[in-house]
């Protein structure tokens, strides 16, 4: 039973995590113009994100790290280790909420975050689920042993 349950509980979080690609993720204004950040995009691209200087967005991008971790935590059943990488991911990819630029161009110009978009908050969801389902898992195996 509780075998069943965490293979829904992961295929869930990652259900979300794909899904969130399929949308924006948010718009920045730069040079005057709107643009949209792709999920898949910003998925894809941000591991290399510190080569153009990037620092920071790469830092946000390794909540995706700490985010699979705690999915394969989750699956060898080691859940207080995989609610610590939820945890960590949940802080990092939660921390993006305070920017209010991001790098725009590999010359070091920023521009200003209008807005974020629902890829970004599917994300984020898919990380607190995940989190959520490690401390659940838990608590729930302490009770049944």
Request: glycine fraction near 6%; proline fraction near 0%; charge should be positive.
């Given at each position: ?25 948010f ?35 390794t909540a ?5 971790l ?37 010359s ?10 629902v890829?970004?908050?599917?994300w984020?969801?898919?990380?607190l ?13 302490k009770?049944?042993?």
């Amino acid at each position: 039973m509780m075998r069943q349950l965490k293979n829904k509980l992961i295929l869930i979080s990652l259900l979300i995590f794909v899904i969130s690609l399929f949308f924006d993720a948010f718009k920045i204004e730069d040079i005057g113009k709107i643009t949209n950040f792709e999920s898949y995009t910003v998925a894809l691209i941000g591991f290399i994100s510190f080569l153009g200087g990037g620092l920071f967005e790469f830092f946000v991008w390794t909540a995706n790290c700490w985010f699979f971790l705690s999915i394969l935590f989750t699956f060898r059943k080691k859940y207080s280790t995989s609610s610590i990488f939820g945890i960590i991911a949940l802080c990092i990819s939660a921390s993006f909420m305070l920017w209010h630029e991001v790098l725009a161009s590999g010359s070091g110009r920023t521009a200003k975050i209008q807005s974020l978009e629902v890829g970004y908050f599917l994300w984020l969801a898919s990380i607190l689920f995940i989190t959520c389902s490690s401390v659940y898992s838990k608590i729930t195996e302490k009770k049944n042993a």
